[in-house]
C-alpha cells in the first residue's frame, strides 16, 4: 500500500531531509528554529522555554516574520513546530496554545498528556497535530483523539524517554496506524534517518545532536559536556520531574548530587513551572547518541552533514548487493520451475 498520504507528501515537499530537531526543555531557541527552517528540516520550540506567555507570543512572533523574509527573497523555510506540555498540571497550556492559534502554528506538537483540546483548536485553523507516546498504549490513544502524527519516544531519547526499542515500537504502532510516525531515541546521523525510514516510519526525531549548536540556549558547559560525553556518562532517572528522562551524569555531580543515590520525584507535575526550572536548569539532557557530538558546531554544518550521509545512505553499495541477491533468487526460482 503507498503511504504516502496528502499530508506527508506536503510535509516532504516542504523540506530538505525527514529530520525533525526534538524540542529541548531551556535548550531550543527561537534561532534554532529559524537556523533549521532556512536549512531545510523541521525543528520544535518548546512554549514553556518562554519566561511567560507574553515571551511565547513575541517569540512566535520573531519566528512568523523570518519566515516571511525568508519567503520574501524567494527562499525556503521549512515549516515549524511547537511543542506543548498538554498534562493537566501545566497552567500554560490554554494561553499558550491560544498564542499557536493566533499565529497559525503549522505543527503542534503534544506531550505527557491527552491531545484532545489541541487537535480541536489546531485542526481548527487547518494545522498538524502530533503527539508524543513512549508506549503503543499511549499511541493508540492518541491516534484515537484524532493526531495527524505520532512522534514515537524510544528507548534512548534523550530528556523524557520510553522503554521500547525503536524497531519494536514503530512494528506495534503500524499494526493499527497507517498514519505520519516520527522516531526519536539515539538518532544523530544521516544514517539514522534514513534506517527509520526502512524500519516504517517518515522522520527522525533528533535532539541531542542539536544541544552543541551555536544556536541552542544550552549553556557554554552543557555544550562542552556534550561533546566530551559517551555512553557510560547517561543515566536513566525519574528523579528529576517524575518522568522517566536520561541525563548527563556529571551535570548530576556538578550540581552536589549523588547519580547513584537519587530520591524518587513522585507524581509528575508541571504547575509552577518557572520556579522548579530554577532546580532543573544545571540537571543536563542527552540521550544515547550522545557519542555522536564531536564539536560545538552551527545547524547549518549539521544539517549538511545530515545531508550527505543521509543520501549516502541512500546510494549505499549494500543495496546493489542485495538487489543483485534478489535479481539471482528470481533467476533460480524461474530455472526450478518445470
Not at 499530508?7 to 531557541?29: C, E, H, K, W
Not at 528540516?41 to 507574553?54: G, W
Not at 532543573?280 to 544515547?288: E, Q, Y
Request: hydrophobic share 45%; proline share 4%.
Amino acid at each position: 500500500m503507498n503511504r504516502l498520504s496528502p499530508q506527508l507528501a506536503r510535509l516532504y515537499a516542504a523540506v530538505d531531509l525527514p529530520v525533525i530537531a526534538a524540542p529541548m526543555f531551556l535548550v531550543t531557541s527561537v534561532a534554532l528554529v529559524c537556523a533549521a527552517s532556512r536549512n531545510g528540516i523541521m525543528a520544535a520550540l518548546p512554549s514553556l522555554n518562554a519566561r511567560t506567555t507574553d515571551d511565547f507570543d513575541r517569540w512566535m512572533n520573531e519566528i512568523a516574520s523570518d519566515c516571511a523574509r525568508a519567503q520574501a527573497q524567494g527562499e525556503r523555510f521549512a515549516p515549524w513546530a511547537v511543542n506543548l506540555v498538554s498534562h493537566g498540571t501545566n497552567e500554560r497550556l490554554q494561553p499558550d496554545l491560544d498564542v499557536c492559534v493566533k499565529h497559525r502554528v503549522p505543527l503542534v506538537i503534544t506531550a505527557l498528556g491527552s491531545p484532545s483540546r489541541v487537535v480541536q483548536a489546531v485542526h481548527g485553523y487547518g494545522g498538524m497535530v502530533f503527539a508524543d507516546v513512549s508506549t503503543p498504549q499511549y499511541a493508540r490513544k492518541a491516534a484515537d483523539a484524532g493526531v495527524d502524527g505520532l512522534v514515537l519516544i524510544a528507548s534512548g531519547a534523550g530528556g523524557h524517554t520510553g522503554p521500547m526499542a525503536a524497531p519494536a515500537f514503530i512494528e506495534a504502532v503500524r499494526k493499527f496506524w497507517d498514519g505520519i510516525i516520527v522516531v526519536g531515541g539515539a538518532l544523530g546521523t544521516g544514517q539514522a534517518a534514513r534506517a527509520v525510514q526502512s524500519m516504517g516510519a517518515d522522520f527522525a526525531y533528533m535532539g541531542t545532536r542539536f544541544i552543541a549548536t551555536h544556536e541552542s540556549h544550552a549553556a557554554l558547559r552543557y555544550k562542552e559536556m556534550v561533546v566530551q560525553s559517551e555512553f557510560k556518562d547517561i543515566i536513566c532517572t525519574n528523579a528529576i520531574t517524575g518522568a522517566w528522562a536520561n541525563k548527563l551524569r556529571p551535570s548530576l555531580i556538578e550540581a552536589g548530587l549523588d547519580p547513584d543515590n537519587l530520591r524518587p520525584y513522585g507524581s509528575v507535575d508541571f504547575s509552577d513551572t518557572q520556579t522548579k526550572i530554577k532546580a532543573w536548569k544545571d540537571l543536563w539532557s542527552a540521550g544515547h547518541g550522545v557519542g555522536q557530538v564531536s564539536a560545538i558546531q552551527s545547524v547549518a554544518q549539521i544539517v549538511a552533514q545530515l545531508r550527505e550521509e543521509y543520501f549516502a545512505a541512500v546510494r549505499s553499495g549494500h543495496h546493489d548487493y542485495w538487489s543483485g541477491r534478489l535479481a539471482q533468487s528470481a533467476v533460480n526460482e524461474q530455472a526450478d520451475r518445470p
